[in-house]
């Protein structure tokens, strides 16, 4: 089984509406990242969280806002979805500790389409 | 603050040729450098990195990068590229307990 999973994989929805992204995790890792990725532009951090009583934004947090449910498992919200927030969301993983410092463990992604 | 640039967005090279895909960072502390890979329709996954020791870093399918403080830089290269690394590459950076900075990624097109 996949250490971090993302879902729904794919969606297609339409300006205005509330979308959910999930995020799970079985790696015991306490920060977990939510990333879009668009052509030319890499990955631009959305909001992260140390644990589960720490959210931050990152440098793209306008339109989106998090719930981290659980160590495991957080989730990234569009409120009122818009045509420019099409594209990859990655969810990731890491953990402070060891030699593995900052070495993030990424889900398949998300592909979502704002009409 | 920290930052990433990688220059090249895109490079082509024929199969079995050598490649280098550059990357230079910036950071006021110490840092740890990465390379992730993204496989057509994939997730990224690490490829190698460096925290500490040694300068120079390789991964299991031949890829090799270098530390060099001096120039801020962290260079990927490969002395023969096959079909299967068709990717695109990206380059992060993590200083001390910051969260990780991604460059914007260098597509690698292999030429059979």
């Known amino acids: 089984d996949a250490d971090v999973t993302q879902t729904p994989r794919n969606r297609i929805t339409k300006t205005g509406k509330r979308i959910m992204l999930e995020c799970s995790q079985t790696?015991?890792?306490?920060?977990m990242y939510w990333y879009r990725q668009d052509p030319g532009l890499g990955l631009r951090l959305i909001y992260y969280s140390f644990d589960v009583k720490d959210i931050n934004k990152g440098e793209i947090s306008d339109g989106y806002s998090v719930s981290r449910q659980a160590q495991a498992k957080f989730s990234l919200s569009l409120e009122s979805a818009i045509p420019n927030q099409t594209a990859l969301y990655f969810c990731?993983?890491?953990?402070?500790?060891?030699?593995?410092?900052?070495?993030?463990?990424f889900g398949p992604g998300t592909r979502l389409t704002v009409l | 603050a920290q930052s990433v640039t990688q220059l090249d967005s895109q490079v082509p090279v024929f199969e079995e040729a050598p490649v280098e895909l550059r990357c230079n960072y910036s950071?006021?502390?110490?840092?740890?450098l990465f390379w992730y890979v993204q496989y057509p329709n994939q997730g990224l996954q690490l490829l190698l990195k460096y925290l500490s020791g040694s300068t120079l870093v390789e991964s299991i399918n031949g890829f090799e990068a270098e530390f060099n403080k001096s120039q801020t830089s962290f260079h990927l290269r490969k002395p023969s590229v096959h079909i299967s690394d068709t990717a695109e590459y990206f380059c992060?950076?993590?200083?001390?307990?910051?969260?990780?900075?991604f460059g914007t990624g260098t597509k690698l097109q292999v030429i059979p």
């Open positions: 790696k015991g890792h306490d920060r």
């Open positions: 990731a993983t890491s953990d402070l500790t060891g030699m593995g410092r900052n070495e993030q463990f």
């Open positions: 992060a950076v993590a200083g001390g307990y910051q969260k990780v900075t």
């Open positions: 950071s006021s502390v110490s840092v740890y």
